[in-house]
C-alpha cells in the first residue's frame, strides 16, 4: 500500500465519514489490518512494511503535508456574504486576508463564514484574540444547526483556542497546528477552511521570539522573516490531488488587526502580497454601521475571472455583467459625492444625481447584511443575484425616468425603502421574493411618471 490510501473509515455523519489514511512516508505490504469494531484513536489500526499505523497521526505543525499534484483554482468558496461572493470571491484554495482596526467587524465576518460557508470542515484558529469572545462565539455555534444534515455546526468544525490570556509560546504554533488539521482533512478528500483570528498576534508572538533570541529586528522589530513566513502559511493552501489520489483543498482567510489601524505597518503590508483575495475593512463605514464593512475602494480577489466563468457554468452568465456594473456604479457614486460637496447636489445633471441613488441603493439594498436577521445573515446565490438585478434594473428605470423629464427631486423623495429592506424581509433562498419586490416598485415608478408627466393629449 501507499501513502495517502484508505485503510478503513469512521462513521463521522457531520461529513460522511473520517477516512483513515496510510500515513505520509508510510509504504509496502499490508501485513496486518484490524478488524471492524470500536478502536481508540491511539491502538493499532493496521501494521505496514513493519510501521504500526493508529487513527491519529504526529506531524510537526510548521511543515507542509505532502500532496501529489497542486490543482488550478476552478470554483468559489460560497459563503453566503454578500460583498464577498458578488464583489470580491475566493476561490476553494484560495487566500484571503481581513485587515481592520479595533471594531471594524473581521471577528464577526469570519464567524459569518465559519457559520455559513460550503466547506466540508471548518478550522477556527482564536490566536491571541479575547478569550470572552471566543467563548461567546463558540457558544453560538453549538447552537447552530448545520443546513446540509441538522446536526450541530460544532460536529464538524475544530477550533483550536489561543487566547489572548494564554502563554505566548503557544501561540505561534497555534496558526500551524490549525493549517496541519486543515491539511490532514484535506488529505482525505475534503474542501476545508481554516480561519485564524488575527494573523497579528501570530506575527507578534514571532516577534517576541526573535527578540528574545537577540535576533537583529527589522522593520518595527519583526524579524527579517515575518515575510517569508507569511508567504510559507497562506502557500498552504491550495486546491490538490492528495497522494491517495482524491481531490481536497484548503482555503486560508486571515484576520489581521493594524495597531491603530494603520494599513501600511509591516503585518498588514506584507499580507497584502501573498494572498489572492484582501477583504479590507473601512473604519468610516464600520462608523457609519454599514456592516460588513468590507469597502470596494481598497479590497481586490483575483480569483474573479475563474469565479465568473464557474457562474457562467452554472447558468448565471449575468454574474460577470452585473459585478462590473456594480463596482461601476460604487465608484462612480463615490466620485460623485466628493463632487457634490463641492457643487452641491443641485450642480449635477440628473443622470448624474441618478448615479448617486443607485450608489445609496446597491450599498443599503446588497452589500449591507445583517448578521443578527435570520432572514439576512446568509444569502443564497440566487437570491443575491436577484438583489443585484433589483437594484440594477430600477437605476435603469430611475435613468429613463429623469430623461423623460421627471424631476431628479420628485425621483430623490420617491419612497425606495421597500427596495431596501427587501433583504431582511425575504427569507435566505427566497429569490422570487425579491423579484415580486423588483416588479412592485418598477410599476409604481411607472405610475409616477403616468403623474407627472400625463402623456399629451390625455388633459382635459
Ligand atoms: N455583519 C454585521 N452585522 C451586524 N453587526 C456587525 C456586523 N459586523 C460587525 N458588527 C458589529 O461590530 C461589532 C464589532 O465587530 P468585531 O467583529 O468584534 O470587530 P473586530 O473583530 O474587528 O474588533 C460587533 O460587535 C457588532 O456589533
Ligand atoms: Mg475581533
Redesign the pocket.
Known sequence: MDAGEILGTVPMPAIDEHRVLVPPGVSGALEWIASEGELTDMEPVARIAGQTVTMSELWPVRKARPVRERLDLTEPLVTGQRVVDLLFPVAKGGTAAVP??????????L??IVKWCDAEVIVFVGCG?RGN?LADSLGSLAELVDPRNGRSLLERTVVIANTSNMPVMAREASIYTGMTVAEFYRDMGYGTVLLA?STSRWAEALREFSSRAGELPAEEGYPAGLSSALAAFYERAGRVTTLGGQEGSVTAIG?V?PPGGDMTEPVTAQTERFVRCLWS?DRDL?YSRH???VTWRRSFSRDVDLVAAWHSGQDRSGWARDRARTMELLTEADRLSSVTELVGLGGLPPRERMVLLAGRLLREAVLQ????SSHDAYCSAPKQAALVEMVLAIYDRLVSLADAGVPPTTLEDFDLSGVTRVRDEVPPDDASGVELRRDEVLDALQKLQAEVLPSPGAGP
Not at 447584511?369 to 443578527?372: D, F, G, K, N, V
Request: aromatic share 8%; glycine share 16%; net charge negative.
Open positions: 481592520g482596526g479595533f471594531g471594524t467587524g473581521k471577528t464577526v465576518l464567524q459569518q484574540e469572545e483570528d484576520a488587526s475593512l464600520a456592516y460588513p464593512a447584511q445583517s448578521a443578527l
